[in-house]
């Protein structure tokens, strides 16, 4: 495609029920990041994908989220048992050649968990 | 917490005023990013700089990389309305680590 897709664009979930947030990078792109974004915040760090692996998970903020990318293509952020303060929106972006170029974005699912 | 900090956190100017946005890292980085976020969008790569002193110029905006290679900046010469959104700086803190951590940004807003 012609650039990130993400899906669902708005997801409305009740606290305790299991999300599940797609990215579709730009092809070729071998880097994809998943990021969140609380309003008025820059976007935080998840964790990152260098094809099928996850090269840095260090952003995951506890066991609840899971990240894969089976196929070092599309990603799936999974996240289990969502609270309240899982409600922001989870931006994916994709790159050449990681953290040392350009990242381009997709624009964002955003999460709200009642 | 965040280890790339931008100051000010918000900047309200006249059109045709000129805007500064300053990002301060924790650590020496091997690059710096900058992005652009419009209201209700996704953030946006303007530019990554690379060498120490760095300076880098497009049309109205001009972005400096410290000597230190820990400290940045974005320059906006007279201010247009499309100028308007938030400004996150961004950086590969850790060596070896494979995470761009941003900025909190800064808002702009413009007074037409």
């Known amino acids: 495609g012609a650039g990130v897709s993400q899906t669902p664009s708005n997801k409305v979930t009740e606290k305790g029920k299991y999300v599940e947030l797609r990215c579709d990078p730009i092809?070729?792109?071998?880097?994809l990041y998943w990021y969140r974004q609380s309003l008025g915040q820059g976007p935080e760090f998840l964790i990152y994908?260098?094809?099928?692996?996850?090269?840095?998970d260090s952003g995951l903020p506890n066991d609840r989220f899971f990240a894969v990318r089976p196929e070092g293509s599309v990603s799936t952020l999974k996240i289990q048992r969502t609270e309240r303060g899982d409600s922001a929106v989870y931006l994916c972006?994709?790159?050449?050649?990681?953290?040392?170029?350009?990242?381009?974005f997709g624009e964002g699912s955003r999460l709200t968990v009642l | 917490g965040q280890q790339v900090m931008q100051i000010p956190q918000y900047q309200h100017v006249q059109e045709g005023e000129d805007f500064t946005t300053y990002c301060n890292s924790s650590?020496?980085?091997?690059?710096i990013q900058w992005y652009k976020q419009r209201p209700g969008g996704h953030p946006v790569f303007l530019i990554q700089l690379v060498k120490s002193g760095e300076v880098k110029k497009q049309k109205r905006l001009t972005f400096q990389f410290g000597e230190a290679k820990k400290n940045s900046s974005l320059h906006i010469t007279a201010t247009q309305t499309t100028d308007v959104g938030t400004y996150f700086c961004?950086?590969?803190?850790?060596?070896?680590?494979?995470?761009?951590?941003f900025g909190q940004g800064t808002r702009l807003t413009i007074n037409p």
């Open positions: 994908f260098q094809g099928t692996g996850a090269a840095d």
């Open positions: 650590t020496t980085l091997s690059n």
């Open positions: 961004a950086g590969p803190i850790d060596q070896g680590a494979q995470k761009l951590v």
């Open positions: 092809s070729g792109h071998t880097a």
């Open positions: 972006a994709s790159s050449l050649i990681g953290h040392r170029g350009e990242l381009f």
